[in-house]
């Protein structure tokens, strides 16, 4: 019983959804809408559940001073200092339970929400992101190696998208005639984005989504179980 | 020198090159120039054919760690809305969409030609809704019983842009600036599949090449911007000189270096293969 009533449920959900595709007209548009709010609502707290899970498994390693604990102990304490200052002075245009804060403003120019999150996040964020190169340069340098007829190919068109990508690329081939235009960088790097590229993106995008509806099936007639969590 | 410290040695050599390629173009800016690229002069002139009056809506599903490919891109499109007279909504996929739309139009008003720009009047942060793909399906019936309140918790009802606004088929435009999912995708699958409301969006650079199938001639997606590159197109086409131009110069250099590296290692490893076989001969001789 408890595995067959959300079986059940996921068939009369999955169905409803599938059948109002089909006739987009009542009772099954207002149906589909009342799901539809009832999601919205149910991943409202999944972002409730994420940080209950956050808390739980960082105090788990901090309790058993687990490897690298003290990373785990800043994330809670950097989590803690986020609420508790949006929570007193809201964020932006929102008062929070100390009102609008006016002289906390007056001396950092923002609310400390707001002043962390432009002054810590962002920077913190973007700088993470920025590594990405560092790496991509380095494994560049070591793994990027032409060994086969393919691996060629892939060189070949990936230095002409890089260069045609570039200002470089663009003022390197910029004398080349109007008429044979197609030779300019950019231009070649264009064709290799929207023919060879969109062409394979479309092969990869439909059986992505032929696996998609296949996997969509197999949970809406209850082949697929692993959902619903244990061991069967 | 061991081998395993020559690798760490030559990764610091390749850091420390990267760091000042792309460090000396930001501090003595070279001025290459770029074409504008068809995908992006799409996306161009879907806001720019749009008439005066018309609402746009910008979905920020971006956070803070996309903020130098995206932003430049919500700032050049809310600038370029502004100029034609049109309004814009702002309403996010992602938690930190909010706080990115704010900025965007902080900057936006910066700009002395926009800095009478009135919220509620020419534009609007609605804020954030869990929900993806749902959500975009529910903003089809109706736009109020989704955000009964922008992100700053004023009702609907007080905001004057919104007077007319049912569902998404009362936008002019949508653009959604998409670092991931939910995004991009679930604004074309929803708003111009379904409702058939023009879809433009902006990626970044690694994303957009997954995107390219939608700009189709069934204008699922109508233009595309991918990545620093096409923020920097977009600028030159609304005539502005902004951050996106700025950092092309030091991404240019940097992408140059990376081919560079490329082809040491390649060179690198062809001299090394050629010094075993003259070993192997010697050996066997």
């Known amino acids: ?232 | 020198m061991s081998l395993n410290t020559s690798t760490i040695l030559e990764r610091r050599i390749v850091y420390l090159l990267l760091f000042l390629a792309v460090l000396l173009p930001l501090l003595f800016p070279i001025g290459w120039g770029s074409d504008v690229s068809p995908v992006v002069k799409m996306s161009y002139d879907l806001i720019d054919q749009t008439p005066a009056g018309g609402i746009g809506l910008i979905s920020f599903d971006y956070e803070a760690s996309t903020i130098t490919e995206m932003q430049p891109m919500a700032v050049a499109q809310i600038e370029h809305a502004w100029s034609r007279g049109q309004k814009v909504i702002a309403t996010a996929l992602w938690p930190q969409g909010p706080q990115m739309a704010a900025q965007s139009f902080e900057e936006a008003k910066r700009n002395p030609l926009f800095k009478d720009k009135e919220y509620g009047v020419d534009y609007v942060n609605l804020g954030y809704k869990v929900g993806g793909m749902v959500t975009v399906q529910a903003l089809g019936s109706s736009f109020k019983d989704v955000y009964p309140k922008d992100s700053s918790g004023r009702a609907w009802d007080t905001l004057p842009m919104l007077k007319d606004l049912k569902n998404l088929k009362g936008l002019s435009w949508i653009c959604s600036l998409s670092a991931g999912e939910p995004g991009l995708k679930d604004w074309i699958m929803i708003a111009h599949d379904v409702h058939n409301v023009p879809v433009t969006g902006g990626t970044t650079a690694v994303s957009a090449p997954g995107f390219l199938p939608y700009v189709n001639n069934h204008g699922q997606l109508t233009g595309l911007l991918g990545g620093l590159k096409a923020a920097s197109e977009y600028e030159a086409l609304i005539g502005k000189k902004g951050p996106a131009t700025t950092k092309m110069d030091a991404q240019s250099v940097a992408h140059i270096l990376i081919l560079l590296l490329i082809a040491v290692g390649n060179i690198k490893v062809w001299v090394r293969k050629r010094n075993n076989a003259k070993n192997t001969e010697v050996t066997n001789a």
């Open chain 1, 1 to 232: 019983m408890k595995r067959n009533i959300p079986l059940i449920l996921a068939f009369l959900a999955g169905l409803l959804m599938i059948v109002s595709e089909f006739i987009p007209h009542r009772p099954f548009s207002n149906m589909v809408e009342t799901l539809e709010n009832w999601f919205m609502i149910i991943a409202g707290f999944s972002i409730v559940l994420g940080l209950a899970s956050l808390l739980q498994m960082n105090y788990q390693k901090i309790s058993t001073k687990a490897e690298n604990w003290g990373y785990h102990l800043a994330c809670v304490i950097a989590f803690a200092l986020i609420v508790i200052m949006g929570a007193l002075w809201g964020m932006e245009d929102q008062p929070g339970l100390l009102g609008q804060g006016e002289k906390i403003v007056s001396w950092l120019g923002k609310k400390p929400f707001d002043y962390t999150y432009d002054n810590a996040l962002v920077p913190l964020s973007a700088t993470m992101f920025s590594l990405l190169a560092f790496f991509i340069a380095s494994a560049a340098y070591r793994a990027f190696i032409i060994r086969t007829f393919e691996s060629n190919l892939l060189m070949i068109s990936a230095v002409i998208v890089i260069l045609g990508r570039t200002g470089f690329g663009t003022m390197l081939t910029s004398w080349i005639p109007e008429s044979y235009r197609i030779w300019q960088l950019p231009v070649l790097a264009d064709f290799i984005m929207q023919y060879p590229n969109t062409a394979a993106q479309r092969a990869i995008l439909i059986s992505a989504s032929l696996g998609i509806i296949g996997s969509s099936l197999r949970i809406i007639l209850g082949i697929e179980r692993s959902y619903l969590g244990g061991d069967k």
